[in-house]
C-alpha cells in the first residue's frame, strides 16, 4: 500500500467516524494521525484531503444527487457517501492528482471498506463526474 493510499484510508476513516457520530473531525484527525507512520509531506496530504473535503461537502452532495437522483446523499451508505465526497474532492480541487488515479484510489478504498456493490456504484458516478471536470 503506497502512503498516499494509506492517508486517503486515514481521511476516509476520519470523514466516516465525523459523519456517523458527529465527533468533531479535527479532533479524529489529531486522534488518527497520533496513530499513523505518514511521512510528513502525507501528512499534510491526508490533512487536506480532510479539510477540503469537508468545505466542499455541499458541493460534493449537489454532485452525487444530479448525477446519481435514485440515490439520495443521506440514504447511501456511509462509506459510499465518503468516498464519493472524498473523490469529488480531489477531481475538483486537486489539480495535482490525475483523474484517473482518483476514480481508481476511491474504487480501492469501495472496495477495501464498501460493500460488495459499492465500487461499481462508486466507479459509475465518478465516470460520470469525471465529465464535468476540466483539466488541462
Partial sequence: MTKRHEARVLALKVLY???IVRHDAA???DRQMAGA?????NDVFARALVEGTLKHQAEADGIITR???AYPVSQLSPIDRNVLRLA???LFHDNNVPVRVAINEAVELAKEFGSESSAKFVNGVLSSVATLVQRD
Fill in 37 to 41: 507512520d505518514l511521512p510528513a509531506e
Fill in 27 to 29: 479532533a479524529v484527525l
Fill in 88 to 90: 469529488i474532492y480531489e
Fill in 17 to 19: 467516524e465525523a459523519d
Fill in 67 to 69: 448525477l446519481a437522483p
